[in-house]
């Protein structure tokens, strides 16, 4: 059974460039989340997708945008890309609604902003 | 708002003693507590959580976590430490379920277990 897959693994851009990283969630996994990770610190919200609408956005601003698509994979867009954007991607993947439920994530795709 | 601190940026046991990571949180509504640990240059990996019930809670590798609700705290534990465990345990928080709206994980700052031989 195949885990959350992230790609690319590692990515370098420059300023004011565009990007797009995908995710395929666990095999049964409807919903898939969106972290940032900074160096040294801990995931932050980006936004949650399920059936394909964005169902919760954290303090992230309108550059960073996402779709999800009918077999729930997603990807994640940033658009205008600034140094302060190099991080950890992460990608998560859960049941919607159980909050309960622990999330699983992917290894993540780090991207340089050069 | 959700919040989670974790108080230590690094922990350093011996291997065989007990080791403790520490973290106290603050939700509106119940909480719902996981933790996680993240190996270098790899995602994160769930360990244990709480949702209800017991406030000790076994997890994976042989942890454990202890909540405690007037204390607002959900301590990793393990009895024995080994150096494999050597890693960044990320501790996180989701509120009531009661609201749908919102299901973001809301994550601790990190603390680094360093284990010695």
């Known amino acids: 059974d195949a885990g959350v897959t992230q790609s690319p693994t590692h990515l370098i851009k420059t300023r004011g460039q565009q990007v797009t990283l995908r995710c395929s969630p666990k095999?049964?996994?409807?919903?898939v989340s969106w972290y940032q990770q900074a160096l040294g610190q801990g995931p932050q919200f980006i936004f949650q997708?399920?059936?394909?609408?964005?169902?919760q956005r954290g303090n992230f601003p309108d550059r960073f945008s996402g779709h999800q698509f009918p077999n729930y994979s997603s990807e994640l867009n940033v658009n205008a890309l600034l140094l302060g954007d190099s991080a950890l991607y992460l990608c998560?993947?859960?049941?919607?609604?159980?909050?309960?439920?622990?999330?699983?994530f992917g290894q993540g795709t780090r991207l340089t902003v050069v | 708002a959700q919040s989670v601190a974790q108080p230590e940026d690094q922990v350093n046991v011996a291997e065989g003693n007990p080791l403790t990571v520490k973290c106290t949180y603050s939700?509106?509504?119940?909480?719902?507590l996981f933790w996680y640990v993240q190996y270098p240059n790899r995602g994160l990996q769930f360990l244990l959580k709480?949702?209800?019930?017991?406030?000790l809670v076994k997890g994976s590798y042989g942890f454990e976590a202890e909540f405690n609700k007037s204390q607002t705290s959900f301590h990793l534990k393990k009895p024995s430490a080994l150096v494999s465990d050597s890693a960044l345990y990320f501790c996180?928080?989701?509120?009531?379920?009661?609201?749908?709206?919102?299901?973001?994980?809301?994550f601790g700052s990190g603390t680094r277990l360093q284990v010695q031989p």
């Open positions: 996180a928080v989701r509120d009531s379920p009661m609201d749908t709206g919102r299901r973001a994980l809301t």
């Open positions: 095999s049964g996994h409807d919903t």
């Open positions: 998560a993947s859960s049941l919607y609604p159980g909050a309960g439920t622990e999330a699983f």
């Open positions: 939700v509106s509504g119940n909480p719902y």
């Open positions: 709480y949702i209800t019930g017991d406030n």
């Open positions: 997708y399920y059936e394909e609408e964005e169902r």
